[in-house]
T-cell receptor, first 115, second 113 residues
Framework: AQKVTQAQTEISVVEKEDVTLDCVYE???????LFWYKQPPSGELVFLIR??????QNEISGRYSWNFQKSTSSFNFTITASQVVDSAVYFC????????????FGKGNQVVVIP | SQTIHQWPATLVQPVGSPLSLECTVE??????LYWYRQAAGRGLQLLFY??????ISSEVPQNLSASRPQDRQFILSSKKLLLSDSGFYLC????????????FGPGTRLTVT
C-alpha cells in the first residue's frame, strides 16, 4: 500500500528565511508519481509540482525547489526567502501507476511565516 | 481552460437531514472525478472516485454516497447526516490517463449541528 509521511506538523519561520519540508513515501510500484500541493487559508488546494519515478532531476521554480531522491524515498520541498504569502499548509502526495490517479496524501505541513 | 465548481460554499445542516453537494467541471471531457473530506486537523481522506458516468468507487464505508449522472457532474449525498460528517469537502478532477495531477475545486464547508 502506498503511504506518505510528512513528519513536521507546524513550522514557523521569520520572513526571508528558507524552509524545507520533508516528505518520505512508501510504494511497491516501480512507476509512481509524486506531487506537492499548497492549501492557503482559503482552503482550495493548489497544485505545485508533479514528478514521475523515472525523473530524479531536481527542479526550481522561482523561490520553490524540489529535491527528489529515490535512494531515500524522499521528495523534499524548499521555499527560499520565505514571504508571508507562503503561509499555508503544504501536502505531499503519491499516486501509483494504474491507480486512476488516486492520491495518497501526507498529513501536511503548516508553514507560518512571521513578518 | 478547465475550471471546477462546487456549491454550496458553506452549509449548516441539522443531524438527520439529507445532504447534496454538487461538483461540475468545465473545459474537459471524460475526466476522473474525486470527492475528499478534510476534517479538522488537515488530513485529506478520499471518499469516492469515478472514471466515467455511473461508475463510482467507494474508498471508505460511511453513510455518504456519490453519483455521476453526467460526464462532468459529480454529486455527494447523504440521506441522514451525522455529526461526524462535518468537515471540508473537496471535489477534484484529473485527466483519464495515468500519472497526472488532480485539480481541486474551492470546497464546501459543512457543519452538522
Amino acid at each position: 500500500a502506498q503511504k506518505v509521511t510528512q513528519a513536521q506538523t507546524e513550522i514557523s519561520v521569520v520572513e526571508k528565511e528558507d524552509v524545507t519540508l520533508d516528505c518520505v513515501y512508501e510504494t511497491r510500484d516501480t512507476t509512481y508519481y509524486l506531487f506537492w500541493y499548497k492549501q492557503p487559508p482559503s482552503g482550495e488546494l493548489v497544485f505545485l509540482i508533479r514528478r514521475n519515478s523515472f525523473d530524479e532531476q531536481n527542479e526550481i521554480s522561482g523561490r520553490y525547489s524540489w529535491n527528489f531522491q529515490k535512494s531515500t524515498s524522499s521528495f523534499n520541498f524548499t521555499i527560499t526567502a520565505s514571504q508571508v504569502v507562503d503561509s499555508a499548509v503544504y501536502f505531499c502526495a503519491l499516486s501509483e501507476e494504474g491507480g486512476n490517479n488516486r492520491l495518497a496524501f501526507g498529513k501536511g505541513n503548516q508553514v507560518v511565516v512571521i513578518p | 481552460s478547465q475550471t471546477i465548481h462546487q456549491w454550496p460554499a458553506t452549509l449548516v445542516q441539522p443531524v438527520g437531514s439529507p445532504l447534496s453537494l454538487e461538483c461540475t467541471v468545465e473545459g474537459t471531457s471524460n475526466p476522473n472525478l474525486y470527492w475528499y473530506r478534510q476534517a479538522a486537523g488537515r488530513g485529506l481522506q478520499l471518499l469516492f472516485y469515478s472514471v466515467g458516468i455511473g461508475q463510482i468507487s467507494s474508498e471508505v464505508p460511511q453513510n455518504l454516497s456519490a453519483s455521476r449522472p453526467q460526464d462532468r457532474q459529480f454529486i455527494l449525498s447523504s440521506k441522514k447526516l451525522l455529526l461526524s460528517d462535518s468537515g471540508f469537502y473537496l471535489c477534484a478532477w484529473s485527466v483519464d490517463r495515468g500519472g497526472y495531477e488532480q485539480y481541486f475545486g474551492p470546497g464546501t464547508r459543512l457543519t452538522v449541528t
